[in-house]
Structure formats: structure tokens, C-alpha cells
């Protein structure tokens, strides 16, 4: 029997559908998102559309008000870096309580080097992003901890990671080369791995 294959939600499919043309500029701060316009776009009810934005909405990438509809809301560079002193300290946290774990079997972090060192070579901006979030979404979720996984993934990084290089023109360089160094640091049991990981996404914000 083949694996199963799990599909992301109509919700979910609206939702990017949304950020993408967010982060791409298709829709530009303070302009107004129509749920009615994009349900007819995407031939889907409004209640999937309307579910997406709310979504979005807890994210802080959109705003509401009465008589005035939804709207990018007009971020600025420092909305953009206050996310990161959070982030870190979680990741700080996450990193104490997956060293173990990590020091025996890196194996789920090594997929997102590999690809990053191919997303480095090709310059794919977009590749870089997805693979360096998903590498510290399984640092975080080696940690054991639903909480710290959810309250993690509630900060929106792939969406905030975009928008920062976007908007304020912020680009890391040599994405495969530092997440290596975090792999060979939980390799050989570095005492110092929770404060490497926290400078680390420090260093990430944009300056």
C-alpha cells in the first residue's frame, strides 16, 4: 500500500494563496484584502477565505476594523525585528532540552543543510528561507515540548523571515554553513549549544 499522502487544507491552501501575494507585493501596506473578491478568484465560499484571514489576523500580518474591512496592515522595520529577541529565547530554551536528543540523531536537521547548500549554490532566496524555518521548526519540535512548539510556530517566522528580506532588502549569506555549524555543535555535546543557537537567530534579525 502506497504512504499516504497528507494534502494541506482548502484554509491552509487560502492562507498561502494570501501570504504569497503579501510577501510578493501584490497586495501593498494599507491596502484592502476583499474576502468576497478572493473567494470568487479561487472559486471557493467565503467561510475558508474568511477563516484564512482570521488566521492571518492573529499573525498580525492583516487588520480589521469596523467599516473598514480587512488590510495588509503597514508594517514597520521594527514590527519586523521585535520578533527575533522572542524566537531566540525560545530557541534558546528549545535548544537545552533537545541537546540530548540531537547529540544521538541529527538526521531530521541534515535534509534542510543539504538543501540549503543547493539553495546557496542556485541563489534561491525562496529555497533559503523555507529550508533554514524548517530546520529550526524540527530543532524546536526535537525539544519534546507541544508548547514551546506551538507558541513557536504561532510567531509566523516563514511569513516574517520573507517580509524582512523583502521590505527592509535584509539577506543572510551562507545559510548551509552556519545551520552545519549548529549540527556539528549538537554532534559533539557543546555545553554552550543553547547560547550558539539563541546568538544565532539574534544575528539573523534585520539590522
Not at 97 to 107: I, N
Amino acid at each position: 500500500m502506497p504512504p499516504s499522502v497528507v494534502h494541506p487544507s482548502l484554509r491552509e491552501q487560502i492562507r498561502e494563496h494570501i501570504v504569497e501575494g503579501v510577501v510578493s507585493g501584490r497586495w501593498k501596506p494599507g491596502e484592502r484584502i476583499v474576502e468576497r473578491r478572493i473567494a470568487v478568484e479561487l472559486e471557493v465560499s467565503q467561510t475558508p477565505v474568511r477563516e484564512a484571514l482570521r488566521e492571518l489576523e492573529s499573525l498580525r500580518l492583516i487588520e480589521s476594523a469596523p467599516n473598514k474591512g480587512v488590510r495588509v496592515r503597514d508594517l514597520t522595520a521594527a514590527d519586523l525585528e521585535e520578533i527575533y529577541p522572542v524566537r531566540a529565547g525560545l530557541e534558546q530554551i528549545a535548544a537545552e532540552l533537545a541537546a540530548q536528543r540531537l547529540a544521538e540523531d541529527v538526521s531530521a536537521l541534515e535534509p534542510h543543510v543539504a538543501a540549503l547548500r543547493e539553495a546557496d549554490a542556485k541563489g534561491d532566496g525562496g529555497a533559503q528561507v523555507r529550508h533554514t524555518v524548517a530546520f529550526h521548526r524540527e530543532l524546536v519540535r526535537a525539544s519534546g515540548n507541544s508548547v514551546l512548539l506551538h507558541t513557536w510556530e504561532s510567531l509566523g517566522i516563514e511569513i516574517y523571515t520573507s517580509l524582512a528580506i523583502r521590505w527592509l532588502g535584509t539577506r543572510q549569506q551562507a545559510y548551509a554553513e552556519e545551520h552545519a555549524e549548529i549540527v556539528a555543535a549538537f554532534r559533539r555535546r557543546d555545553p554552550a549549544i543553547a547560547e550558539l543557537v539563541k546568538d544565532h537567530v539574534l544575528g539573523c534579525a534585520p539590522t
